[in-house]
């Protein structure tokens, strides 16, 4: 089993920055991906961005060049830096990982970012 808990949300205005944090504990050697996604009011959870252990990333069109994600030295943090926010980027960001062995996801509880305009 894994846990994720993030951290880091908040209210910002456009243009302005968060960095969100996942912390990562339990059989975490076992997960090969780690991502982040978003849900917006009345749409879809969407893919923002993913991990590989191995360092490869993957981003959604809408924020590349704007959002980077990156793993701690400990390897059970992952970050999400988001920068130049929109108040389409308004959502709850929810931590994902992945095991791919299994084909199992593991969900954190989210944490609302809210970009005013």
């Known amino acids: 089993q894994v846990q994720l808990v993030e951290s880091g949300g908040g209210l910002v205005q456009a243009g302005g920055s968060l960095r969100l944090s996942c912390a990562a504990s339990?059989?975490?050697?076992?997960?090969?991906?780690m991502g982040w996604y978003r849900q917006a009011p009345g749409k879809q959870r969407e893919l923002v961005a993913s991990?590989?252990?191995?360092?490869?990333?993957n981003y959604a069109d809408s924020v590349k060049g704007r959002f980077t994600i990156s793993r701690g030295n400990a390897k059970n943090m992952v970050y999400l830096q988001m920068n130049s926010l929109k108040p389409e980027d308004t959502a709850v960001y929810y931590c994902?990982?992945?095991?791919?062995?299994?084909?199992?996801?593991?969900w954190g509880k989210g944490t609302l970012v809210t970009v005013s305009s």
């Open positions: 991990i590989t252990s191995g360092g490869s990333t």
């Open positions: 339990g059989s975490i050697f076992s997960i090969n991906v």
């Open positions: 994902n990982a992945y095991e791919v062995s299994y084909g199992r996801d593991y």
